[in-house]
C-alpha cells in the first residue's frame, strides 16, 4: 500500500502541475485533432462514405499514438529541464517508484485527451464511436504505449538528441500495441462480438504485462549517475 | 592493462587463419548457390534464377537475429558487471546486424520482384525484418546522442534489452496480421530437394562463421583504439 501511495504521490503532482501550466494536455489534445484534420485532408479525395468505417480505426491510434510520444516527451524534458529529477531521484524511494508514476500520470493524461477526441472524430466523420468495448481497447492500448513509452522516455530526455529520437526507438517497439489496438477498435467499430476480437486484447493485455516489468528491472539503470 | 606482446600475437595469427577459413568458406558457399545446387523446380527462368537467392538471403537474415541476440547478451552481461568489454560486444554485434538486416532486405525485395511480382509486401517476415532494422537504427542512433561512455553503454544495453523482449510480441502480432512468405521446410511442395539443403546448410554455417570473423575484428578494432588512447595519455601526460 505504501508503494502505491508513493506512485499516487508522484501522478498527484504531475497532476497539479499541470493544472497549473495546462502545458501538456492542451498541446497533446490539439496535436490529435489536428493530425485526425490532416488525414481528412489526405483521405477526403479518395475517400468517402462507408469506407471512412475502414480506415477510422488507424487514423484514431496514428493520432492516439502521435500525441502520445508528444506527452511522453515532456514527461522527463519538463523534470530534466527545471532539474526536478535530481530532486525526485533524492526522494527515499524505490526508483521504480518514479517509473509507475510517470507512466501513470502519462497514461491519464493520454486517456483524457482520447477521451476527448473520441466524440470529435464521431462528429467529424460520422463513425460512432460510443462503445464501451472501445474503451476497454483505449484503455488497453495506451497502457501499453505508455509502459514502453515512459522508460524510452526517461532515457532519450537525457540524451542530445532528446524529442527527436523518442519517436524513432518508440514506435519499432511499440508496433504490436499499434497493431493489435488498430485491429481490436476495428473489430469493435463492424460490430463483432468481444469474443471475436479476444485475441487482440489478449495480445495488448500480455504487452501491457511484459514491458512494465522489463522497465521494473531496467529502470534503475537509466536514471542513475 | 596493455595487451600483452605475445598474447596479441596469438590472436592475431589466430584471426588471420579464421578470416583466411571464411573467405574459402564464402567463395565455396556462393559457388554452390549460383552453380552447385540444383536447378529449383519453377516454370519461369528469372524464377529458378531468383530462387538461388535464398541460400544468402535466409544466411544473411539469420545472421541479422543472431546479432540481435548477441547485443542482447552483451547488453545484460554490461548491466550486470559494467564491464566494458560487455558493450563493446554489443555495439559490434549490432552495427553488423544493422548491415545484414539491410542485406535481408534489399535481397528479399530482388528475389521478391520477379517471383511475386512486387519489390515488397507486407508479409510477416518482411515487416518484421524491417521494424527490426529501424530497432538497429534506432540503437544506434541512441548511442550517438549520448556522450557519456557509461551512461551510453547503459542506455545501450536498456534499449537492446527492450528491443530484444519486443521481438517475438512483434512476431505474433505481425503474425496474427498476416502471412505469405514461402515456408523453407513446409510439408507441401515448395521445400528444398536433399541437394539444395546441402547448399542451404553450407551457407548458414559460412555466414555464422563470417559473422565471428567480423566480430572478432571489429572488437579487435575497438580494443587497439583503447590501447592507442591509453599510450596517448602515457605520452602527453
Redesign the interface.
Known amino acids: 500500500m505504501d508503494y502505491l501511495h508513493k506512485v499516487f504521490a508522484i501522478v498527484w503532482k504531475d497532476i497539479i502541475a499541470e493544472f497549473r501550466t495546462k502545458e501538456m494536455f492542451s498541446a497533446m489534445f490539439v496535436f490529435a485533432v489536428l493530425v485526425i484534420v490532416v488525414f481528412n485532408f489526405a483521405f477526403e479525395l479518395r475517400v468517402s462514405g462507408d469506407e471512412v468505417r475502414r480506415i477510422a480505426p488507424g487514423v484514431l491510434w496514428v493520432a492516439f499514438a502521435f500525441s502520445g510520444v508528444l506527452g511522453l516527451n515532456r514527461a522527463f524534458v519538463l523534470e530534466k529541464d527545471r532539474g526536478c529529477l535530481d530532486g525526485l531521484l533524492l526522494a527515499p524511494v524505490d526508483h521504480t517508484v518514479i517509473y509507475f508514476g510517470k507512466m501513470l500520470s502519462t497514461v491519464l493524461f493520454m486517456l483524457v485527451v482520447e477521451v476527448i477526441v473520441l466524440p470529435v472524430f464521431t462528429a467529424f466523420f460520422g463513425v460512432n464511436l460510443f462503445d464501451l468495448r472501445l474503451l476497454l481497447v483505449v484503455v488497453l492500448g495506451t497502457l501499453g504505449f505508455a509502459g514502453?513509452g515512459t522508460?524510452?522516455s526517461a532515457?532519450?530526455a537525457?540524451?542530445?538528441?532528446r524529442e527527436v529520437?523518442l519517436p524513432?526507438?518508440l514506435?519499432?517497439?511499440a508496433?504490436?500495441v499499434l497493431?493489435?489496438a488498430v485491429?481490436a477498435t476495428a473489430g469493435v467499430i463492424d460490430g463483432l462480438a468481444l469474443g471475436e476480437i479476444a485475441?487482440?486484447l489478449q495480445?495488448l493485455v500480455?504487452?501491457d504485462i511484459?514491458?512494465p516489468a522489463?522497465?521494473l528491472m531496467?529502470f534503475d539503470?537509466?536514471v542513475?549517475e | 592493462m596493455l595487451w600483452d606482446g605475445k598474447m596479441k600475437r596469438q590472436s592475431d595469427t589466430l584471426l588471420f587463419v579464421l578470416t583466411a577459413l571464411s573467405a574459402i568458406l564464402m567463395l565455396v558457399a556462393l559457388y554452390l548457390a549460383l552453380a552447385g545446387a540444383p536447378e529449383a523446380n519453377l516454370k519461369s527462368e528469372t524464377g529458378r534464377y531468383a530462387q538461388r537467392i535464398i541460400y544468402f538471403h535466409v544466411a544473411t537474415a539469420w545472421v541479422g537475429f543472431l546479432a540481435f541476440l548477441v547485443t542482447f547478451v552483451g547488453g545484460v552481461g554490461y548491466l550486470r558487471t559494467q564491464a566494458p568489454k560487455w558493450d563493446i560486444v554489443a555495439l559490434s554485434s549490432a552495427e553488423i546486424g544493422t548491415v545484414f538486416m539491410l542485406g535481408v532486405l534489399v535481397s528479399g525485395s530482388i528475389w521478391a520482384r520477379p517471383s511475386w511480382g512486387v519489390w515488397w509486401v507486407w508479409d510477416e517476415r518482411l515487416t518484421i525484418s524491417l521494424i527490426q532494422f529501424f530497432v538497429y537504427v534506432g540503437y544506434l542512433m541512441l548511442r550517438g546522442s549520448v556522450e557519456d561512455p557509461a551512461r551510453r553503454a547503459r542506455f545501450a544495453a536498456v534499449y537492446g534489452i527492450v528491443a530484444f523482449v519486443s521481438v517475438p510480441i512483434n512476431f505474433i502480432a505481425i503474425r496474427m496480421w498476416r502471412t505469405q512468405h514461402p515456408l523453407m521446410f513446409g510439408s507441401e511442395g515448395g521445400g528444398l530437394s536433399p541437394n539444395m539443403m546441402f547448399t542451404f546448410f553450407f551457407s548458414l554455417i559460412a555466414f555464422t562463421v563470417w559473422y565471428v570473423t567480423i566480430m572478432w575484428h571489429r572488437i579487435r578494432l575497438e580494443r587497439l583504439r583503447d590501447d592507442v588512447e591509453r599510450l596517448k595519455q602515457r605520452i602527453v601526460g
Open positions: 514502453v522508460i524510452l532515457m532519450t537525457q540524451t542530445r538528441a529520437l524513432i526507438l514506435l519499432p517497439v508496433a504490436p497493431i493489435a485491429k485475441h487482440w495480445l500480455a504487452f511484459l514491458f522489463v522497465a531496467a539503470y537509466v542513475k
